[in-house]
């Protein structure tokens, strides 16, 4: 029940934050910290006590049952993490904000928080359809209101492609629907009732069915972002205010990462080999692609975007691979790509974090741009450091134990492609290092002037996520727990 | 659960944290906290030794660290050598950094870095899982990383710390596909029995059976791609690249973690999992003598030709590193005599490299950073306590009769003599050729060194004035120094017989053995007729094939820098990122190409009555022709 009056409550002060006027900046920031704490306290509560599958927390509010409409709730051990995830990176999104901004900026983070903790706990395809459009919207007014250099274009863009994502969804589920009262004559919306593989595969003719899976793949994938459905993400990234881009890269990959595990996994019987191949194929293109791509940006933003990117194809691969072969090693990649989701949410919160921070006191984002700032700004720098090592997978960082995973897990299921893997890795690394390299080290540029360091309401808020993140990687056990527990649960 | 043992890396990260955040404030404190936190793991170590020792079999505790990894230690012999080396070699590294990095703004960082990379080292030394292992493996690379690049604004030093964290880490994700091997394939072993299929006191207990079950080709390849790894860290044959250019770093560094330590993680993850070469097909054992052979002949031809004091140093590291991988690589035929002998010259080069290196650390302190060896000369005079050392060091490098060197190096190439003597083939022969040669240029370029710092006249206005170091600064050293030249013969047997029951030295005939010692003696006498006068300044050898191909060192560097990376790696990413532009913005020409259809049919509905009437009758009128056209054609 804790989680359900969360989400309301957090629904109500998100509302208020439209009208708190000059004080809106403290009531946001006091509000999110109340919604962390709120769900931590649930997190311990539910999940402290052992876990072992299957979801909790289920309550029914009847809306209208005889069309199958009614607010289902249910949290399983994954999406406890991923509202976890969301709750810490609203938090962190509040803190880079720009001090002057239009006071509007904090009732909109705080909306997509409530857009993120409905659609995580909803087990009505209705109402996560509702919620994942209330994250969009509030993101839309975000980039157009407070964006950089094209943002009304920008904008559009982001909105037009990712509500094409969301409108296959809404067909697919409207499949299920249909058939689901054809076969039984009755209406309902209930995911766990609709995702079934005895029920898809038995009362669902071949073409609805490729049609329904694809429409779901599509709308995940969009948000993941894979190629080649990645369009929307470079320029998103790099327009959105840097609050904007932490929910992108933490929020709306999220967003996919729940769509593959939380809402496909249970239904994992439904894949054909041949898709699943596609798919696996398709993470491995995404991972070498985008690390390519990644390398010949200029601009660290959008270098990070791209980064962020390469990092969803593990989760791809994970995802494919892990359904495709029945074999011991299965939960360990299927639990190491939603590891891989979440933590790097947290690391690119660090990084974009670390980033906005050297904006401001910079001007700059661009590599050369820069040069040299640890000079001057050694905390900033470090910060900075983690997270790029972070995010390259360092081992004893959040980010190692995801890829471990999925790297030693999915041997068995590709063979020799993971040399491509390897080479995405490398290619990965070596940009990383690169920016660290040309940004941070080396000459100072005169040019910057000089630049002061972060204080420390700033240092703790880097600092918060840094232990979060190592804390993650060194006692990987506390999440990976779950995950492990609720993949066991579902094959 | 055995504290100390646990404590061994333990101290160290509290060094790491208390150094950073107490060396502040006082930036005197941040050495001494280092320092004593490092002693401290020292003495964990030695009581470790102590129990393990009474224990009479490994020390083994694990936990559930994710899924199937368990986290834990495993201590056995080979794991208390490594564990009382590096803690030692690291204390005494710490006491003489004190000196060296005294007055540099940043030493509180340095000392919580090199606390961390104790600490990183101690911990791979005593896990027990692979896992674990390649997570402490990463984190020395980490540091390795950090340090070279400590002097950040140096734009060689951020350089050559890239370079080595890229080449380490294409090793390092070698070392991960070799376990996402070996776990694929033990994963469903049925004698798993509740262990971490990467459990490392599971892999070397039960390698013949694992080998049997999983084919013993399987377990060489995976094997091999430990080896991948081990050649990264250790900087063998082609992944030797990033050793060179890190002597960018503060010479401390290059001492603890280029010379002792560090780099010697490759042969002690070789020894470590040794039973899994053994029992694999023979190309992985072979492929270890081959590759440590040849690195140790080829890492010496470059060392004749390089002019920086502290680059001479580095391929001899490399070399001596061939020495012990090599070592380990001819078990076939001595068996685990091999580590023994792999071993014992680990430890032995540790002290020796560790001594020339602060050594010539002391040396370019009073150089103002002057590595060139062509303008040092005559510094026996000015400094001659540190020489003293730096000789010491040196003949120990080149295996001079009396010194450990001697007894560690010449026992390798005497047992590679038996591998040939074993199998008889030309592949057989190529370890003992390439060592035995190897040991030939180890003296030349040695003396070489030696005689251009030590002897003749200052050749440079910097090296007439340099001074000795404080003597208290270099008492720390002599401790290398005495390993360095008794170390040999009061331990060698013992030490040997310490890590593998039973094991002889190498008995072969005489005429053989002598080979070594007569290389020794010609590499000195030509150093000495070419550097021990002033003939070298008359050679000109720049136009000479085979000095520019070793000055351009095999043209290594040109090809991973200017064709992999340059030709290859660079286009594709622009190529990539050109087709991702096109890509983009042929999305967005898509979108406005709807954007302006929707303006179009905005535009038509302008509220103008008379416009619609037109539009009406217009259409109206082509309904009708439509209409009376079909009834034609119909």
Known sequence: MLMVITFFLSMILAFASFFMGKKARLFSIASAWLMAILVGIYIYMTFGGGYHGGIVSQYNFQIAPSIGISFTTGVTGFTGALIALSAVIILVSLMVVEKDSENSIYGLILSTEVGLFGLLISRNFLFFYIFWEVVLIPMYFLIIRFGGAKRDRVGLKFFVYTHIGSVFILLAFFTLYNYYYLSTGEFTLDMGTLMNTAFITGHIPVFWRDFMLFGFLIGFLVKLPSFPVHSWLPDTYQTAPYPGTIILAG?????????????????????????????????????????????????????????????????????????????????????????????????????????????????????????????????????????????????????????????????????????????GMIVTASYHVWVAQRALYGPYNEHLGHIRDINRKEFATLCGLLVLIFVLGVFPNLLDGLLTAYVGGLI | MFIWAWLIFIFPLIGFVLSWSIGRYRKMLGGVIASFMVGLSLLASYETFLYVNSLGHPLYQSYQWFYNIKIGVYVDHITLIMVLMVSLVSTIIHLFTMYYMKGDPGRHVFFAETSLFTAGMLGLVVSSNLVVFFLFWELVGLCSYLLIGFWFFKPNATAAAKKAFIVTRVGDLLFLIGMAVIYNALVGYPGLGGNSPLSIPFLINNASSIASYMGATNLGIAAVLLLGGAAGKSSQFPLHVWIPDAMEGPTPVSALIHAATMVTAGVYLVARTYNIFFYSAPFAMYSVAIIGAFTALFAGTLGIVVNDLKRILAYSTISQLGYMMAAIGLAPVIGAAGISFGMFHLVIHAMFKALLFLTAGAILISLMDLRDVRQMGGLWRKMPVTITLFLIGSIALAAIPPTSGFYSKDTIISASWLYFSHYGSFQAFLPWLFLSLGALLTVLYTFRMFFLVAVGKPRSHLAEHAKEAPIIALIPLFILAFFSLFGGYLFQVPFYNYLATGVTLPSIPAYIEDIPLI????????????????????????????????????????????????????????????????????????????????????????????????????????????????????
């Not at chain 1, 996994?265 to 194929?281: E, M, R």
């Not at chain 1, 994970?318 to 939603?338: D, K, N, P, R």
């Not at chain 1, 690391?347 to 040299?372: H, P, Q």
Request: charged residues 10%.
């Open chain 2, 519 to 634: 290389y020794v003696a010609i590499g000195f006498l030509v150093a000495l007729y070419l550097y021990g006068t002033s003939r070298w300044k008359s050679i000109d050898l720049s136009r000479n094939f085979f000095y520019n191909l070793l000055k351009w060192k095999y043209y290594m560097d040109v090809l991973y820098t200017r064709i992999i990376a340059e030709r290859i790696i660079l286009p594709v990413s622009a190529a990539f990122s050109t087709v991702e532009n096109s890509y983009n913005s042929g999305v967005d020409r898509t979108g406005s190409g709807a954007l302006s259809f929707g303006t179009l049919l905005r535009r038509m509905q302008d509220g103008v009555v008379e416009n619609y009437f037109i539009v009406l009758i217009i259409g109206i009128s082509i309904v009708f022709l439509l209409v009376e056209l079909f009834k034609v054609v119909i």
């Open chain 1, 251 to 423: 929020g709306l990959s999220l967003m996919g990462g729940y769509g593959l595990f939380g809402i496909l996994l249970p239904a994992s019987g439904i894949f054909s080999s041949t898709l699943l191949y596609f798919l696996a194929f398709l993470g491995i293109l995404s991972l070498v692609y985008f690390s390519f791509v990644a390398m010949f940006q200029k601009d660290i933003k959008r270098m990070m975007a791209f980064a962020s990117a390469a990092a969803m194809g593990f989760v791809t691969i994970s995802f494919a691979v892990g359904i495709l072969e029945h074999s011991y090693t299965q939960v360990l990649e299927l639990s190491g790509g939603m590891f891989q989701i979440i933590a790097h949410g947290f690391i690119m919160a660090l990084i974009f974090a670390s980033l906005y921070y050297i904006r401001r006191n910079t001007g700059s984002e661009m590599t050369y741009g820069l040069g040299g700032i640890y000079r001057e700004a050694p905390l900033l720098s470090s910060f900075m450091l983690a997270g790029l090592f972070a995010s390259l997978g360092l081992p004893g960082l959040a980010g190692f134990i995801g890829e471990f995973s999925i790297v030693v897990g999915v041997y068995q299921g590709i063979t020799w492609w993971i040399f491509f893997i390897i080479l």
